[in-house]
């Protein structure tokens, strides 16, 4: 069975009052129509009657006058002609009112026959009145013989006049009892009709307010929730109904369905553009907003803010070791592990790549600082079992007056390095010595600007040797500085500064043609060798640089080494261009040295991209070779590693005859380090006499050109 909309009910309900209202119209037409011609005919009957009246009133004056004549006439008395006149008119307007002004009159059909019997004792009883005027006017004595036959007319006439005159009340009062019957039964159908029609209009009523106006008003109820966010506004009322409430109700359910969906996605976009996708936590973004937050708000409150900076150790490896997924697992592992140890006022957020923050509040710091430090250390302690162990490097540091979140990060995190400078896996606080630190990298950083146009850096030069001979074979360029009040500042400490600040490619090339000046000074046959830093790669045109520098100071590219640290073959999507820049320089007979090798995580990795002409073993390691066993394990690999591939070895930071006598016995072809020169304004073109003494003797021609 289809449904039946509203709008069908409602205009069947309104179409059938309708209706009613019609019909009692049409039989209000109708009895009206009834009682117009009735009327008409109790018109009809009332002329009718009124005719009758008066020729009744005729009748009796005639007969009174034919009387009153005859009577004179019996006793001879005389009479006028006048009178006789007079007497015959009447007679003759009573015979002419029956005969022609009532027969012209309609009469109803059940009234035909009493009124022709009425006219006809009109008419007989006036022909007898006339022969009885005619015989008391000519034969007196006749009179009396027409005197009989005149009262039995005279009676017939009364009698008939009588018949039609009850006949004529009688159609009347039938009529008239017709019409107030009539109009009581049409007031008593009116009646009926209007209350059909309320009792109609009330159930219309009543039906439209418990099925359209109350669940319409349940459904703009729930719109005006639905707009207001409630979101306990669940259920639509009225659903289920098959009209077109029910429609209006599925089409609200289906909007509030948009609307939650809407806002669902609305909150995910939220929660994306504030948190991290693959640990859940809040991005540099709400971190951001959350410390700018809260340095606005702990001055009124008297508390302090607390920022960590907070980085994974050896995250890198993990990912060497395990690949993607593995650094995946470790980041959650992280953010599990400082989500834990967190009071839960405190934010953890994670800025980028294996680097979290801590936003932490209180009034007693740093002494809450340092408790939630000991947590995460202990925490991070407790993995050491774990396949992939969590290990982190901690910075903090304390807001001070009105201090911007920025900056305050930017301590923590140098707060951060620090902690991995002093062997990783631990925490330091930006402290007051910390500040000076910062200071004085800030003014070491703004002095070196200018420093090679005012003097204050200089080239020192170490000698490189045979390892058999000590025969000074090259001169590595060591970049100085001597700062005119803070006095020589060490390469580790400037170096880093010039890299950050982007100064370190105009100090690069600086360096490499003060380098190049003072080679052309040199025999032929010894190499200089320039460091090269990873920053310097971001130059598209440095082998073109370095090589336009050499033909101007006419030195030949194949005397030139350069010294690259694994970290700059390490560059990600700057690998390609690095590796360019090194074929380049390579393809022009300059030979690329491989500095502090067996420190980076991948240098077997960059043995099979890349061709090195020559590898220097990391000075730590030759430093403890002789009483550390695998550091002296690990030099005597790269030395075996270095002949099965044709790549010289040179052995860094030799100090003790001891130790060239080990590198000796394994075959390292090259050594450096002060026991054969330290650096020196000007090169130095023998060994160390102390190392001599246990050396094969240098060749004396090289001896005399020094």
Same mark, same amino acid.
């Given at each position: 069975m289809?449904?039946?909309?509203i709008?069908?009910?409602v205009a069947v309900?309104f179409?059938?009052?309708l209706?009613?209202l ?11 129509r009834?009682?117009i011609a009735?009327n008409?005919?109790?018109?009809q ?8 009246e ?5 009748q ?15 006793? =001879?008395?005389e ?8 007497v015959g ?6 015979h002419?009112g ?11 059909d059940?009234?035909r026959?009493?009124?022709a019997?009425?006219? #006809? ?8 009145s $006339?022969?009885?005027l005619?015989?008391?006017h ?6 009396? %013989? ?7 007319e005279l009676r ?6 009588s ?5 004529l ?10 019409n107030?019957h009539a109009l009581v039964s049409?007031?008593h159908?009116r009646?009926?009709? !209007?209350?059909v029609v309320?009792?109609?209009l009330?159930?219309c ?11 319409i008003?349940?459904?703009? @109820?729930r ?14 009322p ?15 359910a289906e ?5 939650? @969906?809407?806002? %669902?996605?609305e ?7 504030h948190?991290d996708?693959?640990t859940?936590l809040?991005?540099? $973004?709400?971190?951001e907003?959350?410390?700018a937050? @809260?340095l ?5 409150t ?11 150790d *050896?995250f890198?490896s ?5 690949g993607?997924?593995?650094g995946?697992?470790?980041l ?7 989500s834990?140890c967190v ?7 994670? $800025?980028?790549g294996? *680097? ?6 209180? !009034?007693?710091?740093?002494?809450t600082a340092?408790m939630l430090?000991q947590?995460i250390?202990?925490?991070c302690? #407790?993995?050491?079992g774990d396949?992939v ?10 807001s001070?007056?009105?201090q911007?979140?920025?900056?305050l990060y930017?301590l923590?995190?140098m #707060?951060?390095?620090?902690a991995k400078?002093?062997?990783r896996h631990?925490?330091?606080f ?5 500040k000076e630190?910062?200071?004085?990298r800030?003014?070491l950083?703004?002095d070196l600007?200018?420093?090679?146009e005012?003097?204050?850096l200089?080239?020192a030069f170490?000698p490189?040797?045979d390892?058999?001979?000590? @025969?000074v074979?090259?001169?590595?360029a060591?970049?100085r500085?001597a ?6 500042i ?6 880093p ?5 982007g100064?370190?490619d105009?100090i690069g ?16 046959h010894m190499?200089l060798?320039l460091? +090269?830093?990873?920053i310097?790669f971001?130059?598209p045109? +440095? ?7 050499a ?6 590219p194949?005397r030139l ?7 700059a073959?390490l ?9 360019t ?6 393809h022009?007979?300059a ?18 991209e890349?061709r090195?002409?020559?590898l220097?073993?990391?000075r730590s390691?030759?430093a403890?070779?002789l009483?550390h ?9 790269? !030395?075996?590693?270095?002949a ?9 930071g030799? *100090?003790e ?7 000796r016995?394994w ?6 380090g002060?026991?054969?020169? =330290?650096?020196?304004r000007?090169?130095?073109?023998c ?7 246990s050396?094969?003797?240098?060749a004396?021609q090289w001896?005399?050109?020094?």
């Amino acid at each position: 069975m289809l449904p039946t909309s509203i709008s069908t009910r409602v205009a069947v309900a309104f179409g059938a009052v309708l209706v009613l209202l019609l019909a009692s119209l049409v039989g209000g037409l109708m009895l009206g129509r009834t009682i117009i011609a009735e009327n008409a005919t109790l018109r009809q009957l009332t002329v009718l009657l009124r005719a009758e009246e008066r020729q009744d009133q005729l009748q009796r004056r005639l007969r009174l006058r034919v009387g009153e004549v005859t009577r004179l006439a019996e006793q =001879r008395r005389e009479i006028s002609p006048a009178r006789w006149a007079a007497v015959g008119a009447a007679l003759g307007d009573f015979h002419r009112g029956s005969a022609h002004v009532l027969p012209r009159l309609p009469v109803p059909d059940d009234l035909r026959a009493p009124v022709a019997t009425s006219r #006809a004792a009109e008419a007989r009883f006036a022909s007898v009145s $006339l022969d009885l005027l005619h015989d008391a006017h000519r034969t007196p004595d006749r009179i009396a %013989r027409r005197m009989p036959a005149f009262l039995a007319e005279l009676r017939t006439l009364e009698r008939s006049r009588s018949g039609l005159r009850g006949a004529l009340v009688e159609r009347v009062d039938a009529g008239l009892t017709r019409n107030a019957h009539a109009l009581v039964s049409n007031l008593h159908f009116r009646l009926a009709g !209007a209350g059909v029609v309320l009792l109609m209009l009330l159930g219309c009523m009543a039906w439209l307010r418990r099925r359209v106006i109350r669940p319409i008003v349940a459904i703009a @109820e729930r719109v005006r929730q639905l707009s207001g966010g409630d979101e306990t506004a669940l259920d639509v009322p009225g659903a289920a109904r098959r009209d077109e409430v029910g429609d209006l109700a599925r089409g609200i359910a289906e909007y509030r369905g948009a609307v939650e @969906e809407r806002r %669902r996605a609305e909150r995910r976009v939220e929660f994306l553009a504030h948190h991290d996708m693959l640990t859940g936590l809040p991005n540099r $973004l709400l971190f951001e907003e959350r410390l700018a937050q @809260e340095l606005l708000r702990a001055p009124r409150t008297g508390e302090r803010v607390a920022v960590f900076a907070i980085d994974l150790d *050896e995250f890198k490896s993990i990912n060497d070791r395990f690949g993607h997924a593995g650094g995946d697992e470790a980041l959650r592992a992280a953010a599990q592990l400082l989500s834990a140890c967190v009071r839960a006022s405190d934010m953890v957020a994670r $800025l980028g790549g294996d *680097e979290f923050a801590i936003v932490q509040v209180s !009034a007693d710091q740093p002494a809450t600082a340092e408790m939630l430090v000991q947590r995460i250390l202990r925490a991070c302690e #407790a993995t050491a079992g774990d396949t992939v162990p969590v290990q982190m490097s901690i910075g903090v540091a304390l807001s001070g007056v009105e201090q911007a979140g920025e900056e305050l990060y930017n301590l923590a995190d140098m #707060a951060m390095y620090r902690a991995k400078a002093e062997g990783r896996h631990t925490a330091r606080f930006f402290d007051d010595q910390f500040k000076e630190e910062v200071r004085l990298r800030w003014r070491l950083s703004r002095d070196l600007e200018g420093a090679a146009e005012r003097g204050e850096l200089y080239l020192a030069f170490q000698p490189i040797a045979d390892a058999d001979t000590l @025969e000074v074979i090259g001169q590595e360029a060591l970049l100085r500085w001597a700062h005119p009040e803070l006095g020589d500042i060490r390469p580790d400490r400037f170096i880093p500064l010039a890299e950050a600040s982007g100064r370190i490619d105009s100090i690069g090339l600086w360096m490499a043609d003060q380098a190049l000046a003072a080679a052309s000074r040199w025999p032929d046959h010894m190499t200089l060798a320039l460091n +090269l830093s990873a920053i310097q790669f971001r130059q598209p045109t +440095l082998a073109h640089e370095l090589l336009a520098l050499a033909r101007r100071h006419r030195v030949a590219p194949t005397r030139l080494e350069f010294e690259v640290t694994e970290s700059a073959t390490l560059l990600d999507k700057r690998r390609q261009p690095v590796l360019t820049v090194l074929r380049t320089l390579q393809h022009h007979g300059a030979a690329i040295v491989m500095d502090d090798f067996g420190t980076g995580y991948s240098s077997l990795g960059n043995l099979r991209e890349f061709r090195f002409d020559k590898l220097k073993v990391d000075r730590s390691f030759v430093a403890t070779m002789l009483d550390h066993a695998p550091s002296g394990s690990i030099v005597r690999s790269i !030395a075996a590693l270095g002949a099965s591939l044709g790549i010289p070895i040179v052995a860094e930071g030799v *100090e003790e005859v001891a130790q060239l006598a080990r590198l000796r016995e394994w075959d390292i072809p090259q050594v450096q380090g002060f026991l054969i020169g =330290r650096p020196s304004r000007e090169a130095i073109h023998c060994a160390d006499p102390a190392a001599t003494l246990s050396a094969r003797p240098v060749a004396p021609q090289w001896v005399a050109r020094s």
